[in-house]
T-cell receptor
Framework: AQSVTQPDIHITVSEGASLELRCNYS??????LFWYVQSPGQGLQLLLK????DTLVQGIKGFEAEFKRSQSSFNLRKPSVHWSDAAEYFC??????????????WGLGTSLAVNP | SQTIHQWPATLVQPVGSPLSLECTVE??????LYWYRQAAGRGLQLLFY??????ISSEVPQNLSASRPQDRQFILSSKKLLLSDSGFYLC????????????FGPGTRLTVL
């Protein structure tokens, strides 16, 4: 069965430090992969996505993610975190269900706190 | 450009009362529409999705129902709310036949007392 795992429930980093949020997936075919960010009380905003091609994808707000097929991972990175990056981050995988409809499987999210 | 609206933004309802949450999308036609619930400290749970008018698929048996009376309108309803229905409800859309990218509305915070 398809699944998405975000191993870190909560991460705290200092402002200016580098960041890596982990995402591992289980899916039999080539996945479509996404990272979304959610500020408190808000909807989800797409940070970046991978469909094919270059395995290192650039997103908004200075984020990037690397697809590693051999490790079934799609980790999110940022070289220097800003206080405004404090939020909940969700990884998702797109797949076809039994009815041939496209859906997303979601990780449970990683909560990021940024110390000044 | 496309926009997605949800209302109300917040709602406090007594147990046993009815519910109607509305989601509308502008700037696109025949979108796929989704209702998610997000409980406190939890991930996203897909409740319903729709690929067209009157076409609703339910993901989880529950106290809720969904309807799509118009192409760009998606409604989440309940006849009698339970305490466990409290949460943050998110509507999302994606282009039919396009990529899997879903775009989310601002959400509705529902508190059932």
């Amino acid at each position: 069965a398809q699944s998405v795992t975000q191993p870190d429930i909560h991460i705290t980093v200092s402002e200016g430090a580098s960041l890596e949020l982990r995402c591992n997936y289980s899916y039999g075919a080539t996945p479509y992969l996404f990272w979304y960010v959610q500020s408190p009380g808000q909807g989800l905003q797409l940070l970046l996505k991978y469909f094919s091609g270059d395995t290192l994808v650039q997103g908004i707000k200075g984020f990037e993610a690397e697809f590693k097929r051999s490790q079934s991972s799609f980790n999110l990175r940022k070289p220097s975190v800003h206080w405004s990056d404090a939020a909940e981050y969700f990884c998702a995988v797109g797949f076809y269900n039994a009815g041939n409809n496209r859906k997303l499987i979601w990780g449970l999210g990683t909560s990021l706190a940024v110390n000044p | 450009s496309q926009t997605i609206h949800q209302w109300p933004a917040t709602l406090v309802q007594p147990v046993g009362s009815p519910l109607s949450l509305e989601c509308t999308v502008e700037g696109t036609s025949n979108p796929n529409l989704y209702w998610y619930r997000q409980a406190a400290g939890r991930g996203l749970q897909l409740l319903f999705y729709s690929v067209g008018i009157g076409q609703i698929s339910s993901e989880v048996p529950q106290n809720l129902s969904a309807s799509r009376p118009q192409d760009r309108q998606f409604i989440l309803s309940s006849k009698k709310l339970l305490l466990s229905d409290s949460g943050f409800y998110l509507c999302a859309w994606r282009t039919s036949g396009g990529t899997d990218t879903q775009y989310f509305g601002p959400g509705t915070r529902l508190t059932v007392l």
